[in-house]
């Protein structure tokens, strides 16, 4: 996959007609010459495998990543270890029901995309009216869980960002709109405002800047992937930026967001009153990125686009870091 011919291989000419969902293919491939299939992600083998397997863990370990600093910073300290919980496991149980539904609705496609085809509902682990229950089930415990044991608010948002998940991105964008991850990734950036809710009981100007800035790396993030496993886009005619657009639009419009994310971030620190642990941390951090996104510009193959995707991870994880020990350091805790 990482052939260095293919750094130097002209893109076809970008047609606006092929953005059409339902033609195919949209926008010959530079990643996977020929329509090779990419490896398929480990399959469940049990059942209780398959039902974790639903809740998309390794999506909901990012999303929680980010609720704790936030929690941190909301309590200018460590927050009461029974409301940590209670927030961790309601947000787990939102989250991974939103990511079950989503499997139950993209079965479909997700059979069409090598990435995808070992997926529960795919195989038939699990039944499709079983996945649904289950998820169901989750969301109500969810909303349970953080009600009785944070608040109604943070209840609320959680709910509120599964919905916007499911019926926003996964029922209406994913397959209509080449901004489907733009705007249905709002619902990934909700869990910061359910940390703040949790402690605070409302929210305020630091946690909306928070959410934009979540807001504003999810389009990086995800067409750094999304570059890699075009080709499965394009099998299942879901119109993903980096399957119908050039890859020079691509990390043109990622350079833009990121540039915005480093911006944002950066006002967080006069917003929330942090110190030089943050201020610095963000600052390299967004240099290390914007970077990064140039580097993949120079030089767009797939081995680029997931070292990329890889960073955008460890920025969120590190930079979230250095929040919360700026709060310790700042109040003395």
Do not use: C
């Not at 047609?15 to 059409?20: F, G, I, L, P, R």
Request: charged share 10%.
């Amino acid at each position: 996959m990482s052939d260095p011919a293919l750094a130097t291989r002209e893109w076809p000419p970008y047609d606006e007609s092929v953005m059409a969902v339902g033609s195919r293919p949209l926008v010959p491939s530079r990643l996977a010459p020929g329509g090779v299939a990419h490896g398929n992600r480990r399959t469940p083998t049990s059942v209780v495998g398959a039902y974790v397997a639903l809740t998309k863990p390794r999506i909901i370990e990012l999303l929680l990543i980010t609720t704790v600093p936030t929690m941190v910073l909301a309590e200018k300290g460590w927050p009461a270890w029974s409301l940590v919980a209670v927030t961790l496991l309601g947000g787990t149980l939102a989250a991974g029901s939103a990511n079950a539904i989503n499997m139950y609705v993209d079965r479909d496609i997700d059979a069409l995309m090598a990435r995808t085809a070992g997926r529960p509902l795919v195989t038939g682990i699990i039944p499709a009216r079983n996945a649904l229950v289950f998820a169901l089930a989750l969301q109500v415990m969810a909303f349970a869980v953080l009600w009785a044991g944070a608040n109604l608010l943070s209840a609320v948002l959680a709910f509120s960002a599964a919905a916007f998940y499911v019926g926003v991105y996964t029922l209406w964008l994913k397959r209509t709109s080449r901004q489907n991850i733009v705007i249905g990734g709002a619902a990934g950036a909700v869990p910061v405002l359910v940390g703040w809710a949790a402690v605070q009981d409302s929210l305020s100007w630091t946690p909306v800047v928070l959410f934009v800035a979540m807001f504003l790396w999810t389009p990086p993030h995800f067409w750094a992937l999304a570059v890699k496993y075009a080709d499965d886009y394009r099998a299942a005619e879901v119109p993903m930026l980096p399957s119908v657009a050039p890859i020079e639009n691509v990390v043109r419009q990622m350079l833009w967001y990121t540039v915005a994310l480093v911006a944002t971030t950066l006002l967080l620190v006069p917003v929330a009153d942090l110190g030089w642990i943050y201020a610095v941390t963000a600052t390299v951090l967004g240099a290390m990125f914007i970077g990064g996104t140039l580097m993949l510009r120079r030089n767009p193959t797939p081995a680029a686009s997931m070292r990329l995707f890889g960073f955008s991870i460890t920025y969120v994880t590190v930079l979230f870091g250095s929040m919360m020990l700026d709060v310790f350091v700042h109040y003395g805790w």
